[in-house]
């Protein structure tokens, strides 16, 4: 079945820094990424929609100059946490969806626990 | 946009009983609707979907209803097992051309007595 493979799993970093998270379709070509976020015990809340070779779509509340998104191929999109706080701690997940494929499951890559100091 | 309500937040159930989630919805554009599992610092993992077209479906001790007068649906797990403790998600999406994510309801932990 389709893989989304992200990178890295966890990471700790201290306040001020950047943090890059990948996210990869491994066996499908991805026009369309999602960036989800999950703060322990609660539900997964979008965060924004990476579009191949165009800007990103956030949701509303999250800040675009924080939360940098590429989505440079069809198979990668890059979620970048600028001058992380520890607020921003959290698990973050991206999830995929093939292309063509109108309302086909989303695959979830395996998250990333960000943790700032 | 879409507003997803999951209830209960927390249920508890003995082995072999069975095991009833629910949800509504608000967006009446919302066409797919899936199911998650999500075991402790996992990832997300689909046990089921439907699609608005349907109004039940099954698989194994798994199905899922779905009422789109009423907006809402439901998960049911007969003959719950111990493996089946987990959080679960219930999700909507308008799905508009693929490019909709999804909205998620806050989850139920289901914990499974023995």
């Known amino acids: 079945g389709a893989v989304v493979s992200q990178h890295p799993s966890w990471v700790i970093c201290k306040s001020g820094t950047s943090v890059k998270i990948e996210c990869r379709s491994l066996?499908?070509?991805?026009?369309?990424m999602f960036w989800y976020r999950q703060f322990p015990k609660q539900s997964l809340m979008l965060m924004a929609t990476?579009?191949?070779?165009?800007?990103?779509?956030?949701e509303q509340g999250v800040e675009k100059d924080k939360f940098l998104i590429n989505h440079a191929s069809l198979t990668l999109s890059t979620l970048t946490v600028t001058s992380a706080h520890p607020e921003d701690s959290s698990f973050y997940i991206c999830?995929?969806?093939?292309?063509?494929?109108?309302?086909?499951?989303?695959?979830f890559g395996n998250g990333t626990r960000l943790t700032v100091t | 946009g879409e507003n997803v309500e999951q209830h209960p937040s927390t249920l508890s159930v003995q082995e072999g009983d069975s095991a009833v989630i629910k949800c509504t919805y608000s967006?009446?554009?919302?066409?797919?609707f899936p199911w998650y599992k999500q075991e402790l610092g996992k990832r997300p993992q689909l046990i089921i979907d439907?699609?608005?077209?349907?109004g039940e479906k099954k698989d194994q001790r798994i199905a899922v209803t779905l009422n789109k007068t009423a907006k809402h649906f439901s998960l049911h797990i007969t003959e719950t097992q111990p493996e089946d403790s987990a959080v679960y998600f219930c999700?909507?999406?308008?799905?508009?051309?693929?490019?909709?994510?999804?909205?998620f309801g806050k989850g139920t932990h289901l914990i499974i007595q023995p």
């Open positions: 066996d499908f070509q991805a026009t369309t």
């Open positions: 999830s995929a969806r093939g292309t063509g494929a109108v309302n086909s499951p989303l695959h």
């Open positions: 999700a909507a999406t308008p799905g508009r051309g693929g490019a909709d994510g999804l909205t």
């Open positions: 990476s579009n191949e070779g165009s800007k990103a779509t956030y």
């Open positions: 967006d009446s554009a919302s066409n797919y």
């Open positions: 439907i699609r608005s077209n349907v």
